[in-house]
Structures are given as structure tokens and as C-alpha cells.
């Protein structure tokens, strides 16, 4: 029996982008709108907690009102033949309704709320809302299940382990500006092949074995799904 290759695929907010939730740091992205120091960093929650959960309580409601894209959906059809693993930069669940069954979420979920006391008290939230006043069983405020620039990311370790582990690394949709995040792929085996689907200029990550493909995600996984599926790629 032929063991299955192991195909790591590493997703950002461009993956997203085409079930209409923005990205950060495109022209018209997030970022444009807000300061990070306002609405994604432990000091911003300490000084205004209701700007935070009003900021997050807006991006739950886009998650909620979106659908996976056609992305998402190739990348399920890749299960059939391989195994899968996703490593996600976005908080939101596209993958996961999508159907792909392993996925790490590296900067939290925003469907989910924690404790501000315990942060292992992690709860589904019913709704777009967290309101202030809302609390956890120890009757602590909840807060965004979200890593906020400045906390560490809990799941670092395990994707890296992960990467490491990786016949394929796919990247899809991330400008690679966010650290650690943006390292992992410095984490794959010397022969390990690296797609990078992006319609934009990425900076090459500093990696020899590297095929960018220059379209959205919506048009460029399927493709490269289809041609991985069919074999028809060469590989290691
Ligand atoms: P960015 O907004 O930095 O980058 C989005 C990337 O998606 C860019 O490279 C775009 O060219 C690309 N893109 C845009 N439309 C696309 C499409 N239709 N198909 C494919 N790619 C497309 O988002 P991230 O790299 O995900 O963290 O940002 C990383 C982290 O920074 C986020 O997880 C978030 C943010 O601040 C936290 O909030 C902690």
C-alpha cells in the first residue's frame, strides 16, 4: 500500500477575500480603516473594551454572512488523495464548513469567545455578539477568541511541527508580513516543494524550490488541486 503524501497548506485573508470578508493590507483592506494599536492588542482592550468587541462583533457578522468559495471547496477534493493539512492565519470558519477536517487556526476563531480570567475557557458564541457584561462561568468578562498582536500564538509549536512534516507546502492568499506566522515555511524539509497562490506581488519568503502562481485563489486552487489530484504535477 502507498503511503499518502502529506500536503500542508498555509492560508491567509486572501483565501477569504472572494466570499466577500476583507483582507488586511490590500488597498481598501482593514488596516486602511483601523489602527491595529485601536482594536487588536491587549492595550486597546484595556482602554477601550467596547471598541474591541464592536470591531470584532462587525467582523463575525461578515464571517456569518459569507460562504466558503470555490477555494475552500478544491481544497476538500484535495482529502481524497492526500493528507491534508491547513494551516490557517484567519480567524474565520470557511475552511471548516467547507468540509476540510484538520485545520490549526494560528490567530484564534472568531466564532468562539475566552475568558479574560482563564483563558482554557473557551466558548461558541451563539450569534454575532459579544456584549459587555457577557461573562464566563468564573464571571469574568469574555473577551474575542483571537491572538492579538503583542500575545503569543498558543498554536506556534504545533504548526511548525507540522510544516516540518510536509511533502507539499501550499501557500494561498497572505502577504507573509506577520511574524511568526509568516516563518513557517523556513520550518519545511530542504527538498519540500512551495506553491504560492496570490493575484499580487509576494516577496519570495527566501526559498530555492518556489512556484508562484500569479491568480486568485477562486481560479488558482482549483487548478492547482486538479493537477495535483491528476498527478500531473512532478514531485519530490
Ligand atoms: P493580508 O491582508 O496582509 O494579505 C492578504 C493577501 O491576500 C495579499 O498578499 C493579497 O495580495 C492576497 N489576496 C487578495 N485577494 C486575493 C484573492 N482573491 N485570492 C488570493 N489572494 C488574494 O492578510 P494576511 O497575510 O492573512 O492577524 O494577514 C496576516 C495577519 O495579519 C492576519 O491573520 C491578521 C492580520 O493583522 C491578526 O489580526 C492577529
Redesign the pocket.
Known sequence: MSVQKKIVVFT????S??SGIS????SG?L?EKYD?RDV?TPEAWTKNPNLVLEFYNQRRKQVLEAKPNAAHKALVELEKKFNVRIIT??VDDLHERAGSKNVVHL?GEIRKSRSTFNPELVYEIDGWEIKAGDKCEKGSQLRPH????GEQVPEMENAQEISSDADIFII???????YP?AGLVHFTKKDCPIFI????E?NNPGISNLVMIRE???KGVPILVEKLLRGELQLS
Open positions: 491567509g485573508a486572501g483565501i477575500a472572494e483582507t488586511f493590507r490590500d483592506g488596516w491595529i487588536a492565519q484567519n490567530h483571537i491572538v492579538w498582536f494561498i492568499g497572505t502577504s507573509l508580513n506577520v506566522a497562490i496570490d493575484p499580487n509576494v486568485s485563489a477562486g
